[in-house]
């Protein structure tokens, strides 16, 4: 089956620093990838996506990089701010099939 | 707002119980599914339906049954639930199957299995 886990399960970054968030995935069939974010008590929303033949797509202070080789995805974010604090989580889509990551708990310290 | 709404959004529910969880779309999508998502735990899909019909029931135990009267509203029919099965309860639509864009997904039920 398929694999898409993230680095770390949880984030601290400073008011105004940029975060990055990983996430690793196993088919390299794979042709289109999703970010969502998803906040205390919320469904998840959608922030950010990018396909296989791409390797980079910026959203507002957002990046989404894809990086085929080793299988790899990152979204980042700039200048983060309280409001970023949430839950994030990739998606990598094969045909109609989603998989999901479990997530990194992103916390902003003021 | 997603324009996926979800009822209950709380539910505590004893294990003989039946209940129902709702959720509509106004997005004329004619994909809807739903998903479990448990802490730690990537969401997993349970049911897919796609103009009505179901297209995927990812062995989910029969306890679980689903319904999609129209492309706009599905139902997701509870019983004899175990404790087990406490979790957050998602659904989420699509215009079409496929990899053609997003999930729009609603707010979620939080279920309670006592």
């Known amino acids: 089956g398929e694999s898409v886990g993230l680095h770390l399960p949880t984030l601290s970054v400073q008011e105004g620093d940029n975060s990055i968030i990983n996430c690793a995935y196993s088919n390299s069939a794979s042709d289109y990838f999703i970010w969502y974010k998803q906040e205390s008590g919320k469904g998840p929303q959608f922030i950010i996506d990018?396909?296989?033949?791409?390797d980079k797509r910026q959203g507002q202070r957002v990046t989404v990089l894809l990086n085929k080789t080793v299988k790899h995805l990152s979204l980042q974010i700039a200048a983060t701010q309280p409001g970023d604090s949430a839950v994030y989580f990739c998606a990598e889509i094969t045909g109609i099939q989603f998989y999901f990551g479990t997530g990194t708990s992103l916390t902003v310290i003021p | 707002e997603t324009g996926v709404t979800q009822t209950p959004r709380h539910l505590v529910m004893g294990m003989t119980n039946k209940k129902s969880l709702k959720c509509e779309q106004h997005l004329g999508h004619n994909a809807m599914y739903w998903y479990k998502q448990s802490a730690k735990k990537p969401l997993e899909l349970m049911f897919v339906?796609?103009?009505?019909?179901?297209?995927e029931n990812n062995s989910v135990p029969s306890r679980f049954s689903p319904e999609c009267p129209n492309s706009s509203h599905l139902f997701l029919h509870l019983h004899t639930l175990q404790p087990e099965d406490s979790a957050l309860y998602l659904c989420?639509?699509?215009?079409?199957?496929?990899?053609?864009?997003?999930?729009?997904f609603g707010e979620g039920s939080r279920l309670t299995v006592l």
């Open positions: 990018i396909r296989s033949n791409m």
């Open positions: 989420a639509s699509s215009p079409r199957l496929g990899n053609t864009g997003e999930l729009f």
């Open positions: 339906y796609n103009f009505k019909e179901q297209t």
